[in-house]
């Protein structure tokens, strides 16, 4: 029996997640997961790739606020708060519709940083979308890499762990579903599955990893092993997949402890 482990969700691109024990799904992906986005002076997005420090920036969302904190300093956003402003951003090979969302927010961010930055706001639900490369299918996504939803399986992290010296915590590969499976990479295999009642997912294509794995999420210190290692059993091609990337097909809610139905 498949059952729902974890749900985590990444407010900010880059920034630290919240684990959750429900959350409502939508085709752009999980309820607030990464529907803000940094950005530097020439509008290029930020994540952990240009600055390890993100991951210590602790993030929390209660009714009203997006609450983020670093180094005993507190930035407080209100959800609803967005600019008149409307910029067009390049998340990898999308655009995306996003509006500032304070001065505040953008002083306490370049503070903390060192270097000017300005925190965005994706502009709406259908504000960006991607065409997936494998199948060619077009569907609305946050401020995510490329997909809505990335899924891993506990046996995966496991069967890796086996491997390293040092084990890694699940939240290096910052899933949204973590979900406990039998054997290592059995996700993979994986083609629609639904989630409790009524929430259906599809496995688009695997998730190749970049260097955002090497970053310790509780230190932001960077040991190039974890790569080196998935890349002697998990290479294909150029890349070094783990985990899998999934569309929604059927919106709805998930609750941690949710039954998973393969469908064959």
């Known amino acids: 029996m498949y059952q729902v482990s974890e749900i985590v969700i990444y407010p900010v691109k880059g920034l630290a997640g919240i684990q959750l024990q429900s959350s409502r799904v939508f085709e752009h992906g999980l309820e607030y997961d990464r529907n803000w986005m940094l950005i530097d002076s020439k509008n290029h997005f930020i994540s ?10 602790v993030t929390q969302i209660d009714e009203e606020n997006l609450i983020i904190t670093y180094n005993n300093s507190k930035l407080v956003v209100p959800l609803s708060a967005a600019s008149d402003e409307k910029l067009t951003i390049i998340v990898w090979d999308d655009k995306a519709s996003v509006t500032p969302v304070s001065d505040e927010a953008d002083q306490w961010f370049s503070e903390q940083l060192g270097n000017r930055v300005r925190l965005v706001k994706l502009a709406s639900t259908t504000a960006r979308q991607h065409t997936a490369s494998t199948t060619s299918q ?11 939803f990335l899924i891993l399986g506990w046996e995966s992290l496991f069967y890796l762990n086996k491997k390293m010296e ?60 974890p790569l080196k290692v998935l890349n002697t059993y998990r290479k294909q091609g150029n890349n070094v997949n783990f985990g899998m990337n999934a569309i929604c097909k059927q919106v709805g809610s998930i609750s941690v402890g949710d039954q998973i139905h393969i469908h064959t």
């Open 166 to 225: 040092t084990p890694m915590s699940m939240n290096r590969f910052r899933p949204n579903i973590v979900i406990n499976t039998s054997l290592a990479h059995e996700e993979d295999d994986w083609q629609e599955f639904t989630i409790g009642n009524d929430v259906r997912l599809c496995n688009i294509k695997p998730c190749g990893r970049c260097q955002v794995v090497t970053i310790d999420q509780s230190t932001a210190e960077v040991d190039s092993t």
């Open 138 to 148: 077009t569907f609305d996504v946050s401020l995510a890499d490329a997909y809505p």
């Open 48 to 57: 952990q790739r240009q600055n390890s420090l993100l991951a210590l920036f």
